[in-house]
């Protein structure tokens, strides 16, 4: 009988730690999947941005509103617009009042440089990145625009859409006279989303204080 209860007890034993084990495993699994979808879902996310960059280049503004979220919001200096269509009609305007880039005009937006933070639950991203602007109206006329990006992107069934697009300048002027800190003034230095000083603020840097340093091409 004692030697009964014994093997009883090994097999118990045996029994539940491979019910352990199973358990363990299917946690690690399912811990890597998770971990896998987020780095594909930061990957996806940056992915958006930079076609929006590219799509910038060749002046297909209906296609760079499509990236945006039915209801997204686009902020860009004094300008607010809400929605795909707002977002796009302000697109057009801005390169030029047609769909495409007229003949020999520049429209390359630089946006690297991501400072990424995906929510908790994966379904939202925030993602600061830097932005340097070569554009050209194709008359002669040409300018750099220089800044950061704080944005918010959303997933949706059909993938990763911006949500918000919130652009800070920090220099522009043209190529010929060299370019300045945005309006002659300090220089914005953000303080928003990802680092706990308020959503979307920022405070100001002097003209010559650390990264303000008012920049000019060499001309000579």
Same mark, same amino acid.
């Given at each position: 009988m004692q ?88 697109? #057009? ?38 932005? #340097?602007?070569?554009l050209g ?84």
């Amino acid at each position: 009988m004692q030697k009964l209860s014994r093997s009883a007890g090994v097999i118990l034993s045996v029994l539940l730690a491979l019910v352990c084990a199973r358990a363990r495993a299917a946690d690690d699994v399912d811990s890597l999947a998770r971990d896998v979808d987020r780095v594909l879902s930061l990957r996806q996310v940056k992915d958006l941005q930079r076609t929006y960059a590219q799509l910038a280049q060749l002046g297909q503004w209906d296609a760079m509103a499509a990236l945006f979220t039915n209801e997204a919001t686009f902020i860009r200096g004094a300008d607010t617009v809400s929605g795909r269509k707002a977002i796009a009609e302000w697109l #057009m305007r801005r390169g030029g009042g047609k769909s495409g880039l007229p003949a020999g005009a520049l429209h390359t937006e630089f946006i690297d440089e991501p400072l990424a933070n995906l929510s908790a639950d994966g379904r939202s991203a925030k993602v600061r990145w830097m932005s #340097m602007s070569f554009l050209g109206d194709g008359k002669g006329n040409a300018r750099i625009e220089g800044g950061i990006y704080e944005n918010e992107y959303v997933r949706e069934e059909q993938g990763w859409k911006i949500a918000v697009s919130h652009y800070y300048a920090q220099y522009s002027g043209s190529y010929e006279d060299g370019w300045i800190n945005e309006g002659g003034g300090d220089l914005p230095r953000m303080s928003g989303l990802l680092d706990g000083g308020g959503e979307g603020g920022c405070d100001r840097v002097g003209r010559r204080g650390v990264g303000a340093t008012v920049a000019r091409p060499n001309t000579t």
